[in-house]
């Protein structure tokens, strides 16, 4: 009944606009009269006529004949006493009144009638103390002053709208906006439901409008015209940033192709990142669950930006953002830009992303949330793990993974400086526990004149255990005929600790805004891996262990600034600087296998294979940029807006591993006694290393390290016209120059390798929309832009891919690569957040960059340039309200997307790939997304349950005679349940519904194949 009790609140106020009755001011006017009865009848949402009062069983009240009557309304006299009221009308269920009325009472009564079996909605009101009844009475309130400044807009067009009047339940006063749709309303402190009425537009009702003593809420509210198809009374919230409702208008008036995914869809499909999040666009699907793919083109064609400066990615192996690194909860939006636009960085392939952080609070709050969940393949169970650092559960090291001891490359250690070296190589079981996650976040605002101040604070920690159990296979072929080479299973386990802090903190006026946002956020693992089964090289037995620990961690300095110069000229700016950092210290490997004991039961201790790596690297970053913006109208019909800009990025990287290499001094004469040894913290134990056992050797590489900065400036012009309000063309260009330098050493001999790349652009673009009616436009868009390689992908240094323990070398030969784009969109726009769209898109690469398999006899992963590729696809969007099933109180709504993608790499002549032709690297041929949810608003139930599919596509290129790598189709089915409890909220979550399997083939046959099981979480927030 909740929602009929707003219902009961809203025809309430709306019978008294009608009639102009004030309860209050009756009294007065029927003292010593007997009692005074205002009855107003409504058909759910309509005034109906044509119904029969009966008063005590026995009289049937006339109603006075009057033009009010044709609105549902009658008024009567009554004498005091105990009084029974009865409201019929044909085809709907009697509703039934008891009353006890006094001497000069003034009694208002809305009756609500529903179609069918269903019990009225009675909602009274009285000039007596006490008298008030049900939700959806008046209860006059008595606290201290606040303000509420509030804008009443048009939904369908964002004029003001001028003469709504506004009630707060519990306040007599009435309050009427003025011709810019504004009002301001000085009422007492308290948490009120302010309806919204007007003869030209749907009454709305909005619940919790907390007015705080001494305090200003500012707020802007969005009517529907009448005549426009709504459901049963709906309350319509004001614009929040990164509802539903506010990113469907931006999509609408932006002027490129983009998509969006806010805070609130975030919460309702309970994604707990960036990446989670991103699942939910057309045509993006996600590599390892933190890079995306856009459009099948993978992470490397993507630019991610937070607050308008670009962030770098603390992970050399991946040339964009990880993006599982930020929180959902720190996020006010996410935009991906599917067309190019001359404002934005030059190195565009498959999309932009923008990260929007959370704004300035609308009002001062605490909010705490506290949750834990697991996972059926791990949760309570026991799993391989390694010893640990006291501090590992902040997600720092405690410096016993340091580097004990300072040598130059290939030197072999003293024995006291060996045995500085900690012995914990040995790995363990462990119980995994549950998930924990804790966040905090607060924030406060105020109002000084002219100006707003305030902040907004973000800390949050959690921790969760990951297991998986597997096998891996890897293939020799000698033309089609493919033989196992190496035919493993393995177990991982991964401990995870993440930390976040974001501070906001901005001063805004009418004409100008300042913002600084502060982010820090560190993740980190803890990770055990064993692989065991057969080793193709030499046909041997073996059981491979990896231990590590990984830091990684961004920071970031943000400052903003919007400027209003006059009303035709504006300007922006942005200046950022970050820092990246990945530490890996004391990464450990070693082996055993069946070479000397002929006995897969029986593996001895593999000498010469067991290393400790320490890896550090580290990224600085600067990024600056401005926008001016002048505006003009040469003529009633066309509006002009020119738009130009400068933008610096700079990025400083320096990468060093050092390796030291455990072997003993004479690898023909190892006593068996120590090789058959099972315990491995024995066998490297302090007692063997000495001259005559297990020495140390700093086994680094010239060209484990290397340093590599680059910088990119540009400078853009775009001009935009509008004509007759229905067609915006945008011509723009840009020019950018870029420099990369990369310098390391050969890997055999030592000699300096120097890459160098200097390259300058011109980007010109295209953008046109056609609106075709209010709530039907077209766009087409054409663009040319540059795919550049990475640091890493032109370094010669090795750098081992941690997750699969692959090779990865760089290529100093790679150029960029030119990228043409063509993209059309047909758009519709429903009745509040309802949408859907057709999209068209082709691109053409020259020279894209592609990442292959070079031949070895290990499996080592490189880079090169194809000659040619096309991608080009379908994309169908659309979120739709199903307020024409019949649900009661409860909302259906249903959002998806499905997008076909077909893609083509052309290569040079004499190639040494598998196929002389294939699609794309990363590019699935389809991907599906479908969110059915169902909400209750006065209860504060929503539930959601989320189907995503992506298809087959190539993670590995195959060379020679080895075909490609393929992941096969995943599906994933989760669920969310989340349930307001006044100033809380429980939420509960099931990820992976259908515990499907993530699987690889190579040539039809099985390459990895791992069960990723179901995931489960419950929390719990507050807010004050």
């Keep these: 009944m909740g929602k009929k009790v707003a219902v009961g609140l809203v025809i309430s106020l709306i019978a008294q606009l009608i009639l102009g009755a004030n309860a209050w001011s009756q009294e007065a006017k029927i003292q010593n009269n007997g009692a005074q009865l205002s009855l107003y009848v409504f058909e759910e949402n309509t005034p109906t006529k044509d119904f029969y009062v009966w008063m005590d069983k026995e009289t049937q009240l006339e109603s006075k004949q009057h033009e009010s009557n044709e609105n549902g309304a009658a008024n009567f006299r009554l004498t005091p006493g105990e009084h029974q009221l009865s409201v019929a009308k044909s085809g709907f269920n009697n509703a039934v009144i008891n009353l006890n009325v006094a001497e000069g009472e003034y009694l208002q009564i809305i009756v609500t009638l529903y ?27 008595m606290g201290d002053p606040g303000v509420l400044k509030g804008k009443v807009i048009n939904s369908e067009n964002g004029e003001p709208v001028e003469g709504a009047r506004l009630f707060f339940s519990g306040v007599a006063t009435d309050f009427v906006t003025d011709k810019n749709g504004e009002f301001e309303a000085d009422i007492p402190s308290s948490t009120y439901s302010l309806s919204i009425l007007h003869n030209r537009f749907a009454s709305q009702t909005l619940d919790g409008i907390e007015i705080k003593a001494g305090k200003t809420l500012e707020k802007q509210f969005e009517v529907t015209p009448a005549g426009i198809a709504l459901k049963e009374f709906v309350v319509v919230a004001p614009f929040i940033q990164g509802s539903v409702s506010s990113l469907v208008d931006e999509r609408k008036e932006t002027k490129v192709v983009s998509d969006f995914v806010g805070a609130e869809q975030m919460s309702k499909s309970g994604d707990s990142d960036a990446a989670a999040a991103l699942t939910r666009v057309a045509g993006l699907t996600l590599i390892d669950g933190k890079y995306a793919v856009i459009r099948g083109m993978e992470d490397r064609y993507t630019t991610v930006l937070m607050n308008g400066a670009v962030m770098r990615s603390p992970d050399p192996n991946s040339k964009s953002v990880d993006l599982d690194m930020f929180p959902a909860s720190i996020l006010d939006s996410i935009e991906v830009q599917k067309t190019y636009s001359a404002d934005a960085p030059g190195a565009f392939g498959g999309g932009l992303i923008k990260l929007r952080t959370k704004a300035l609070p609308e009002e001062d709050f605490i909010k705490f949330k506290i949750s834990t969940g697991g996972n059926t393949n791990t949760t309570g169970k026991s799993v391989i793990s390694q010893e640990s650092g ?19 490359p290939q030197d072999n250690l003293t024995e006291s400086d060996a045995e500085k070296f900690p012995v914990r190589y040995a790995i363990k079981s462990e119980s995994a526990n549950p998930d924990l996650a804790l966040s905090l976040g607060f924030g406060q605002v105020t109002n000084l004149g002219d100006y707003k101040l305030g902040y907004q604070a973000y800390l949050g920690y959690s921790n969760k255990w990951s297991y998986e159990e597997g096998e891996k296979n890897t293939f020799a072929a000698n033309g089609d005929i493919l033989t196992p080479r190496n035919d493993q299973d393995y177990k991982k386990s991964k401990y995870s600790p993440e930390s976040t802090l974001l501070l906001n903190a901005a001063i805004e006026s009418k004409t100008s805004q300042l913002k600084s946002t502060t982010s820090l956020i560190r993740k980190s693992y803890r990770l055990t891996r064993q692989d065991e089964g057969i080793d193709g090289e030499n046909n041997e037995y073996i059981r491979k262990t990896d231990l590590e620990w990984s830091e990684r961690e961004l920071f970031s300095q943000q400052f903003n600034g919007k400027h209003d110069l006059s009303e035709s000229f504006s300007l922006d700016w942005v200046y950022g600087f970050s820092s990246a950092s990945l530490n890996n ?69 320096e990468s060093q591993n050092t390796v030291y290499q455990i072997s003993w001094y004479d690898a023909t004469s190892m006593p068996v ?39 990119t400036t540009g400078m853009y012009v775009s001009f935009e016209t509008t004509w007759f309000d229905s067609l915006d063309i945008i011509l723009g260009a840009r020019s950018e120059s870029f420099s990369q330098e990369v310098n390391t050493f050969d890997s055999i001999n030592g000699d300096p390798i120097n890459v160098s790349q200097s390259t300058d652009n011109m980007l010109p673009s295209l953008l046109v929309t056609y609106r075709i009616m209010n709530n039907l436009q077209a766009r087409v868009a054409v663009a ?70 070079k031949p070895s006899v290990k499996e080592v992963i490189t880079f090169q340039n194809a ?32 997008s076909i993608i077909e893609s083509e790499v052309t290569l040079e002549d004499g190639h040494t790939e598998y196929s002389d032709t294939r699609s794309m690297q990363g590019q699935s041929p389809y991907t599906m997304n479908l969110m059915l949810t169902l909400e209750n608003n006065p209860m504060g139930f929503e539930a959601a349950l989320i189907l995503n599919e992506i298809g087959e596509r190539i993670t590995r290129v195959g060379q020679g005679d080895v075909p490609h790598i393929y992941e096969e189709p995943f599906t994933a089915l989760d669920f969310t349940l989340a349930k307001d409890l006044d100033e809380s909220k429980v939420s509960f979550k099931i990820k992976n519904l259908l515990d499907s399997t993530r699987l690889y083939t190579q040539g039809g046959e099985t390459y990895q194949k791992t069960k990723p099981g179901i995931s489960f979480s419950a929390g719990y927030s507050l807010s004050f």
């Design 115 to 141: 179609p069918g079996n269903v019990t009225p909605h009675i909602a009274i009101e009285s000039s007596r103390d006490g008298r008030a009844k049900n939700k959806s009475a008046v209860t006059k309130v």
């Design 390 to 408: 006291s501090q590992d559960y902040l997600g720092m090291d405690d410096g016993d993974r340091d580097i004990p001891v300072s040598s130059e």
């Design 585 to 653: 210290p004391d990464r450990m490997t070693y082996r055993y296998d069946d070479n000397i004991s002929n006995d897969t039961n029986n593996l001895y201790y593999y000498d010469g294979e067991t290393y400790r790596d320490f890896l550090e690297l580290t990224d600085d970053n600067q990024t600056l940029g401005f926008n001016i913006f002048w505006r003009t109208q040469p003529v009633s019909f066309m509006n002009i807006n020119i738009k130009a800009g400068y933008s610096f990025d700079s990025i400083n990287r």
């Design 673 to 711: 006694d120590i090789i058959s040894n099972q315990d491995i913290n024995e066998v490297l134990g302090a007692d063997n290393i000495n001259s005559n056992g297990f020495i140390f050797r700093n086994a680094t590489s010239p060209s484990d390290g290397y340093d590599a900065n680059t910088e």
């Design 784 to 853: 040319e832009t540059v795919n550049r390689p990475s640091m890493l992908e032109l370094s010669s240094s090795l750098w081992i891919d941690p997750e699969t323990g692959s090779e990865i070398r760089g290529n100093p030969r790679l150029t960029e690569a030119v990228i043409n784009h063509f993209d059309a969109r047909l758009e519709f726009y429903g009745n509040g957040a309802n949408s859907m769209s057709l999209a068209y898109f082709s691109k053409n690469f020259d020279a894209p960059i592609e990442k292959t398999l």
């Design 867 to 898: 000659k040619s590729a096309t991608n080009s696809g379908f994309e169908f969007d659309f979120r739709w309200d199903l307020d024409f099933i019949p649900t009661g109180e409860y909302l259906i709504g249903m959002s998806g997307n499905y």
